[in-house]
């Protein structure tokens, strides 16, 4: 067994390998950019190396600084992680040309299976059932769209180096072909240096099914039995679970059989992937499921196999690598349970799920029983310069149902501030009734995208729980400490509307504040705590408020802007800040003009105008003259007429 082991990676699958190791007994070693020089990985791991500026093309896509970096710390393995250098044949055979352990497949593997064509010509060579298409060396337009005719459309083009999304478009129409023919070519040459393309008949309804191989230097190789990766937001997975819902033993022996084939055909030694696309248009049928590629890695959605097959396959790379045996034999391989994993990623699904970064103040993610696999911890700042993709939420369960439930309420429960996330997106994916009954496809997300992402109202329950602990908040000014995030195993029936906060007062007391950014007037019902399932969080701005989906309302006290604040264009005017109201220049019942003043209002020393916020009639004043009012005093309300 190797005694030191260099990770030339970050993030979570960083720190994912080092935990292995370290439970091993093998001295780790992290390589670090210059944004990541106080990241989670480098913390953690025993020596860590700097290999060059923010940009991965500077750093961790610089073969030659890793294998430098290996060999100054004496480290024996590289470990590539997924994603960067992972499945590059020459930097695999770089670092065993430097008398290095290469924790990965043999380099003639990586580039059997690199280029999406000739891996196509090899499986059906190995017996693998393909997807119906063109894989020929001929790229001439003319020939490319003769073959997309003969197919039939819709028809996909796909770089014959491409991945993860890029370099794929679909066509649906003869008339179409040529310019995205012309678009694919050139995302292709700018993503790959490559502007090869195949041709595939698209699939209508597809699954995305996965088979989890495992080979070893001695000849053998095995299955870790299938993953649905279905749930995708252009190409990219969101959602991944084991077993696939639909798979009986006998369609798994035909699936899982053709995977360890294509394995063999490359003489595969390590973790990899056997990707296929299902059509399920008719239900999943082995006749219908056909060979897309193979990735020569780990894959970041590797935790839900673990989950079900009770195995570290980490423990299993480092194993095969230093030589020995595979752990276990086909016969000693099953499935117990329903394992699910989510990714959280730091984008928002409102506005087009746009990248967001910067210092997590809040990094709150679940219970101690539950698994996370993450490269950051509160403090740390997410920068813009990597995968957008900030945690994994694994969940084992007895039962499909059990794994989605308990996934959803981990995303909903979630709490990262003020970094935005797609918690709530998940939830919401979690919770639809498609989903549950199993009835997906990789259009899932597309087709309902919009009920998956749009931001709703707040519930006038979660106004009345954020303006009473906004209240809170303000009277106790000096605290120094938070209320506890509720743990999620037991936060579902937490029942914290005001969190046990009572008024004295008789009736509601109105309030002003800004809810998300937009100024509210905000009723206080006296003796309301109870029954409500949301939960909160102060922040150094102010109060977040979270619903059942996981979508966070941020309530902050009203601005001190110089004139009133209306409560979402209903014409309430707030006092932005404590003061002496100087003079009432109306009377109730009058009518106004916008921009007209109503009343001057006296604090710091400064006199502040407040002025009608569109034409209409003053339907309340509730301050004269001489009047101190607070903070958020409603002083009058205005409404719209003639």
């Not at 470990?79 to 044949?89: C, D, I, K, R, W």
């Not at 006296?526 to 949301?534: D, E, H, L, V, Y």
């Amino acid at each position: 067994m190797m005694r030191s082991l260099l990770i030339a990676n970050r993030g979570e699958i960083a720190c994912r390998v080092i935990r292995t190791a370290r439970r091993m007994g093998i001295r780790t070693v992290a390589v670090f950019s210059d944004a990541d020089r106080n990241a989670l990985h480098v913390r953690e791991a025993d020596e860590a190396v700097h290999i060059g500026a923010s940009p991965a093309r500077e750093s961790y896509l610089v073969g030659e600084k890793i294998i430098a970096a290996a060999k100054a710390t004496d480290a024996e393995a590289v470990h590539p992680g997924y994603g960067f250098l992972s499945e590059n044949a020459d930097f695999a055979q770089g670092v065993a040309d430097a008398g290095l352990v290469w924790v990965g497949p043999k380099p003639d593997s990586i580039r059997a299976m690199g280029l999406k064509d000739a891996a196509k010509k090899l499986m059906i060579e190995a017996g693998v059932p393909v997807t119906p298409g063109y894989h020929g060396e001929d790229q001439a337009p003319e020939r490319l769209q003769s073959e997309a005719d003969a197919i039939g459309y819709p028809v996909l083009i796909k770089a014959v180096a491409g991945g993860g999304g890029k370099g794929m478009r679909r066509v649906n129409a003869p008339g179409e072909f040529q310019e995205m023919l012309g678009s694919c070519r050139r995302e292709a040459a700018a993503s790959f240096g490559d502007d090869r393309v195949l041709i595939e008949k698209y699939v209508e309804r597809p699954r995305h099914i996965e088979v989890q191989v495992f080979g070893d230097m001695h000849g053998n190789v095995v299955h870790l039995f299938e993953r649905d990766c279905s749930l995708q937001r252009r190409h990219q997975k969101v959602i991944e679970e084991a077993p696939a819902p639909g798979f009986d033993w006998a369609l798994r022996d035909v699936v899982c059989g053709a995977a360890v084939r294509a394995a063999k055909a490359v003489d595969y030694v390590g973790a990899g992937t056997v990707e296929f696309i299902a059509d399920a248009s008719e239900g999943l049928r082995g006749d219908r499921i056909w060979f897309m590629e193979m990735n020569t890695r780990l894959q970041v959605e590797h935790p839900v196999t673990e989950e079900i097959t009770g195995q570290d396959l980490v423990e299993w790379q480092l194993r095969v690598a230093s030589g020995e045996k595979l752990p276990k034999a086909q016969d000693e391989l099953g499935i117990d349970g329903w394992a699910m994993e989510a990714r959280l990623y730091a984008e928002d699904p409102a506005t087009g799920f746009l990248p967001s970064t910067g210092r997590l103040e809040r990094f709150l993610l679940a219970s101690s029983s539950d698994r996370v696999e993450t490269g950051y911890e509160e403090g740390d700042v997410v920068s813009p310069f990597y995968d957008p993709m900030i945690a994994k939420l694994v969940v084992h369960e007895d039962s499909r149902e059990e794994a989605v439930e308990r996934l959803a309420a981990m995303a909903s429960y979630a709490l990262v501030w003020p970094v935005k996330t797609n918690n709530y997106f998940v939830s919401r994916c979690l919770r639809d009734g498609e989903f549950r009954c199993g009835a997906i496809d990789t259009g899932f997300v597309a087709r309902k995208l919009g009920e998956l992402t749009d931001l709703a109202p707040p519930e006038p329950e979660t106004l009345a729980v954020g303006a009473s602990e906004l209240l809170k908040r303000s009277q106790l000014r000096g605290r120094t400490t938070r209320p506890k995030w509720p743990d999620p195993a037991t936060r579902r029936e937490a029942a914290i509307g005001g969190v046990g906060f009572r008024l004295n007062a008789e009736a509601d007391l109105t309030m002003a504040a800004m809810v998300d950014g937009t100024a509210m007037a905000l009723s206080i019902r006296p003796n309301s705590s109870g029954g409500i399932r949301w939960t909160i969080e102060w922040v150094d701005s102010g109060v977040l408020v979270s619903n059942d989906d996981g979508q966070l309302v941020l309530f902050e006290p009203p601005a001190a802007r110089g004139r009133a604040v209306s409560a979402e264009g209903d014409g309430t005017m707030l006092s932005p800040m404590p003061g002496r109201v100087l003079s009432v220049e109306v009377a109730q019942g009058d009518r106004v003009a916008k921009g007209q003043k109503l009343l001057t209002l006296e604090a710091m020393k400064m006199e502040h105008g407040l002025s009608a916020p569109f034409d209409g009639i003053v339907a309340e004043l509730n301050v004269e003259a001489g009047a101190q009012v607070s903070e958020g005093t409603v002083l009058a309300r205005v409404e719209k007429g003639e």
